[in-house]
């Protein structure tokens, strides 16, 4: 069977390039981990600016109290779209991306152990996207129910647009996406490692990427069937979700649930593994605690699964229910605060470098923290009845996606862009964009934790002239134009820096993983020949060998 | 290669999640439907059981051809593999044989949460027996024309492992649909 010749002939030009002789179809046929990584950032930088236009609005309409910006119906649609788009095709995608990039480089393999498999992933985002999108030309225009679209509301008669059923088919897409890129990581981890990389040397990045992935093999499906569920109620008439016709309202919540609380697992940890990777290159120490964070991670893995309720506190599940999810929710507080100890402890004595992607991972531990405390308040069931629904849970889980994933995401972008163009990023525009991010994410979010606890709700498309809150929500809208000014900085950059920025040479940050050892931007075979991997940083076991991390490791 | 059955043996758990919440949708309202039709009134469980054997047979089949590739044997696995596609295909004549009674009784998808679920979990469940009937064709189109000699093939050995999967969610889903309501 490994002699068959592959369906798609190896791109034999150097990456990237739009300028090569074969131009767009060398990337649309391409199976190169390379390429497809590549094409999975700029797609999500793409949903990223929608996103974010989205967000936009519903900002403007929330600035000044009883404001008619857009119609309420826009606004549900805006905050659904813009939810739905931020988690599954920009944070998911992006995290996904990077890693089907990296991955292959950090332990020294030729590429994924199923290319075609892995452009397959890549192509279903794209399409579950259009189908999401496609919703704004329908009659009624795109699904109003939010991203956990409860029933009934999402069902029939109370949403009879077809906006939620291609809301249903585009996450469809990117589900089946998503398993397939899990199992696809997987595999290339498990079985292509090189020689003397194993499973205790591994990068911490791809830790990361290997639990995330096993979290989304096995609970990507929970969602999936969920949705056919959903789906075969609007088209069929089916009665899963339906309380009028004997179904269970109940039953979407703990299944959306189910799957919905392991996702935001899912959408920190890779970022972990990017913070994990940054910290030690501009502290110049190795990371601390390197076996604390990998097993710190299987634990969240395995509690993520078991907490899902406390996103239901307001449904009365009952005292022993409530208590469960709350002490279980509680539970990850502790392996992941082990890993903020580790990555303070990293940074401690170390000679610190603040280039942009280090201000970014430290801003994220700050910024991060703070989404977690908030988050262990309202893991306590009746601190939650009060906040439920309210700005409080808002700001609360943009400080974890925002300002920690996203956060992540920026360092990681600037650590690794010259590795993926061979140039560098702006230091003074990455600057800019720090810390107009810095200034615009909190000025955004901070306040809506007082807004919250004021008791206003969210998903609500205004709001009555009660003392402060005007000024509080317009404090808020200029934020968000502050982020959207630092967005616009952050794209100039990536498009000044790969016509103008300065050339990368092959290891511009000194740092120790092997994808730093390749070329820069890698060839198409990645590597020449990979070095002998003795320890957890093998290009400081090559330029110090008479210091060795593992002195006595021999060279297989 | 041993990254083709990895990844087939982890396909196969990540698939056998979406079952069990599918199994657990239908156990969710097994006993809430209180007129109107539901297993215990509707359904035959010894004919589906009859059927239910063909597709148990055809699981020893499938394993009998893969002891066929081993022994390098290529004309029995070719056979075998017929077989396990005619008992797939009887398995299969026999669910939508149930389907259209019940159908023609106006017990539908949208009757009631019975029919939901009934439906939906028999429907996913013969859903995944016909792609795994497509590909043992295709399996036996390429035996034809000379693949497989043997004695290891990944082809083979993946299909089987799915056919395998796809066998034992039944045994799950009979019980849980036809023994728990009779017995």
């Known amino acids: ?556 | 290669m041993a990254n083709n059955k990895m990844l087939i043996g982890f396909f196969v758990a990540s698939e056998s999640i979406f079952f069990v919440m599918l199994i657990l949708a239908y156990v969710n309202f097994h006993g809430t439907v209180t007129d109107g039709p539901t297993a215990a009134n509707s359904l035959d469980p010894l004919r589906t059981g009859i059927f239910s054997l063909f597709l148990l047979a055809s699981s020893f089949s499938m394993w009998l051809a893969g002891r066929s590739l081993v022994s390098k044997n290529h004309f029995m696995m070719k056979i075998w593999i017929l077989v396990t596609i005619i008992l797939g295909v009887l398995f299969i004549y026999g669910q939508a044989s149930e389907w259209m009674g019940l159908i023609g009784q106006n017990i539908t998808i949208s009757r009631n949460v019975f029919g939901t679920t009934f439906f939906t979990l028999t429907g996913f469940h013969g859903f995944h027996v016909c792609v795994g009937l497509l590909m043992l064709t295709i399996l036996l189109g390429l035996a034809m024309f000379g693949d497989f000699k043997g004695p290891k093939s990944d082809g083979v050995e993946c299909i089987s492992i799915y056919w395998h999967f796809v066998d034992g969610v039944w045994i799950v889903v009979y019980s849980v649909i036809y023994l728990w309501a009779f017995f």
């Open chain 1, 1 to 556: 069977m490994s002699t068959r010749i592959p369906l798609v002939p190896e791109n034999i030009k150097p990456l990237p390039s739009l300028k090569g002789n074969e131009g767009m179809l060398s990337w649309v046929s391409s199976v190169d981990h390379k390429q497809i990584g590549l094409m999975y950032l700029m797609s999500t930088l793409v949903f990223f600016i929608i996103g974010g236009l989205e967000a936009l609005v519903i900002r403007i309409q929330l600035a000044q109290p009883e404001f008619d910006f857009i119609s309420p119906e826009v606004y549900n649609q805006m905050f659904t779209m813009h939810g739905t788009t931020m988690i599954f095709f920009v944070v998911m995608p992006f995290l996904i991306g990077v890693g089907v990039y990296l991955v292959p480089l950090m332990i020294g393999a030729r590429d994924m152990a199923f290319p075609r498999l892995n452009a397959l992933s890549f192509w279903l985002v794209i399409f579950g996207g259009i189908l999401l999108y496609y919703s704004f030309l329908t009659q009624s225009g795109p699904s109003e129910v939010g991203w956990f679209a409860y029933a009934p509301l999402s069902e029939k008669p109370f949403s009879l647009n077809k906006g939620p059923t291609y809301w249903a088919l585009g996450l469809l897409a990117v589900g089946i996406s998503s398993v397939s890129s899990g199992l696809n990581n997987i595999v290339t981890i498990l079985t292509m490692r090189v020689k003397g990389m194993t499973m205790r040397r591994l990068p911490l990045f791809v830790w990361m990427i290997l639990v995330t992935s096993f979290i989304l093999i096995f609970v990507i499906p929970i969602i999936a069937s969920a949705f056919a569920m959903m789906l075969l109620d609007r088209l069929l008439d089916a009665t899963f979700f339906t309380p009028a016709h004997g179904g269970s309202a109940i039953l979407w919540q703990h299944f959306f649930w189910g799957f919905g609380h392991p996702e935001v697992y899912i959408l920190i940890l890779p970022a972990f593994g990017i913070i994990s990777e940054v910290i030690p290159v501009f502290s110049r120490k190795p990371i601390f605690g390197y076996s604390f964070v990998a097993g710190s991670t299987v634990a969240i893995g395995l509690l993520s699964v078991g907490v899902w309720a406390h996103h239901m506190f307001a449904v009365g599940l009952g005292n022993v229910a409530n208590a469960y999810f709350s002490l279980a929710s509680m539970l990850i507080a502790i392996p992941t605060g082990v890993k903020v100890l580790n990555w303070v402890a990293t940074m401690w004595g170390g000679k610190i470098y603040f280039a942009t992607p280090m201000l970014f991972a430290t801003a994220f531990i700050i910024e991060f923290v703070m989404g977690g405390l908030t988050g262990v308040a309202i893991a306590s069931a009746p601190i939650n009845w009060v906040t439920t629904d309210t700005y409080f849970i808002v700001a609360h889980f943009h400080y974890v996606l925002f300002g920690g994933s996203l956060f992540a995401i920026f360092a990681g972008v600037y650590y690794w862009f010259p590795k993926f163009t061979g140039r560098m990023m702006s230091e003074t525009l990455g600057k800019w964009h720090f810390w107009l991010t810095v200034v615009g994410f909190n000025m955004t979010f901070f306040i809506q934790h007082f807004l919250g606890v004021m008791g206003m709700p969210r998903r609500t498309y205004t709001y009555h002239d009660l003392p402060y809150w005007g000024s509080m929500n317009l404090l808020s809208t200029i934020g968000a134009f502050v982020l959207a000014i630092s967005v616009i900085i952050f794209a100039w950059n990536i498009i000044w820096s790969l016509k103008h920025g300065k050339k990368a040479p092959d290891n511009p940050w000194n740092a120790w993983t092997l994808e730093w050892y390749t070329t820069s931007p890698p060839a198409v075979h990645n590597f020449d020949l990979v070095p002998p991997v003795r320890g957890r940083r093998p290009l400081w076991d090559l330029a110090h060998p008479d210091q060795l991390d593992e002195p006595n490791s021999k060279v297989v």
